[in-house]
């Protein structure tokens, strides 16, 4: 019997998530090594700025390129994206990260061009099919679009050594995230929710309100405008507690205690829980001054957005290289360890007798063990050829 076929650009998946959960772990070690050693060789740029943005823009930029080629075909019903325009799109990706790393070293036009190439790409492959078919999901573009504004917002702030601006940017950007992840979430959790629970012969009475949909969504959006133009502020706040309060009401239709047996499924219930938890968080923080609060962007990014995307990751993968849609225990222990970087970095401070540096650290080494089981066990699913033998 002939070893598979190696096909690692053989669909939108396969580089990007690979290279998601690859760059999870190299960014957060990097970091972790800045904190305890106090330097930094990103020349001028603050080492915090270069954690925010290679996790925005590496990690989850890779995440959300790999979901877009993968899930636009699928909407618009056209042929998946493979061979060398998603190598070179894959490419231009960790072209943007190795130049952000060495923005001490070269030219300052250099970094940007080099990091600003990916999103355009990006939305130039997928908006074809989008815009051709007229598909509902073209305001994917849009976001791509916005997503690429802000890094070059970042880069210029950063650069003229503008660092408020420079926050304020990332802040936006994972706001973008956060209303991807209520927008995408609140399509596939439910969905995926009722179609396990048919599949074991249980009730899938999925509840969904109208008007906590369009609240949930909307507070989301209003959450992004109103943390640009103020951030910190009690507007700021009280939008955040009334987006914790209408995502908190959508999740409780969604059975989530009916999918306890199903690791697969549960984690998309986990890490959406995670956004009325950390936008409760903010906005505690924002109006109380709550120290025990004062993490809930880790909450939000962590917990939420990181959580989401190792969830669609590992199914996504199986799905489309025709596996069948269960984990194993080792992929189980990696969705407990984020949770628990999770926990850690948003209430440890707080809570743990431990150093600042040491609650840090130890959230960082949750995370790295969680990515690391990610890629040792989905390395050979994301390089070889599909389980049944098709082709994608």
């Known amino acids: 019997m002939s070893a598979r076929r190696y096909t690692p650009f053989a669909y939108g998946f396969r580089p990007f998530f690979l290279a998601a959960g690859t760059w999870a772990i190299v960014a957060i070690a990097a970091w972790a090594f800045l904190l305890r050693a106090g330097g930094a060789p990103f020349g001028a740029l603050a080492p915090m700025l270069w954690h925010g943005h290679e996790m925005l823009y590496g990690f989850i ?3 959300i390129g790999g979901f877009l080629l993968t899930a636009v075909p699928s909407w618009t019903g056209t042929r998946g994206f493979a061979g060398a ?5 894959a490419a231009l990706w960790l072209a943007g990260r190795l130049a952000f790393a060495a923005a001490g070293f070269l030219p300052v036009a250099l970094v940007a061009a080099l990091e600003l190439a990916y999103l355009p790409a990006l939305a130039f492959l997928i908006g074809r099919s989008l815009l051709r078919e007229r598909n509902r999901n073209f305001p994917m573009l849009v976001i791509v679009a916005v997503l690429w504004g802000v890094d070059a917002a970042f880069l210029r702030a950063a650069f003229a050594g503008n660092f408020g601006a420079a926050d304020l940017a990332l802040r936006a950007g994972i706001g973008l995230v956060l209303l991807l992840v209520t927008i995408i979430g609140g399509r596939i959790v439910p969905a995926f929710t009722a179609n396990a629970l048919r599949s074991r012969g249980k009730a899938a009475d999925i509840r969904h309100w109208k008007p906590v949909e369009v609240a949930a969504i909307g507070a989301m959006a209003l959450a992004v405008i109103v943390d640009a133009a103020a951030p910190l502020s009690t507007a700021a706040g009280a939008v955040a507690a ?5 995502q908190a009401i959508r999740l409780a239709g969604w059975r989530s205690l009916r999918t306890l047996d199903d690791p697969i499924v549960w984690v998309l219930h986990a890490a959406y829980a995670w956004l009325p938890l950390g936008l409760a968080l903010k906005a505690v923080h924002h109006l109380a001054g709550a120290p025990w609060a004062a993490q809930w962007l880790h909450a939000l990014t962590i917990g ?5 995307i190792l969830a669609v990751m590992t199914r996504a993968s199986l799905g489309h290289t025709g596996r069948p849609l269960v984990v194993g225990r080792s992929i189980a222990v990696a969705y407990g360890l984020l949770l628990l970087a999770a926990l850690l970095r948003t209430f440890g401070p707080f809570l743990l007798p ?7 650290e130890s959230a960082a080494l949750a995370w790295i063990a969680a990515f690391a089981i990610f890629v040792v066990v989905y390395a050979p699913i994301l390089t070889r050829e599909r389980a049944d033998g098709k082709p994608g």
């Open 61 to 63: 930029g890779a995440a």
């Open 242 to 246: 009334l987006a914790a309060l209408a």
């Open 304 to 308: 939420a957005a990181a959580t989401m």
């Open 85 to 89: 325009p998603l190598a070179l799109l």
């Open 354 to 360: 431990l150093s600042y540096l040491a609650t840090v």
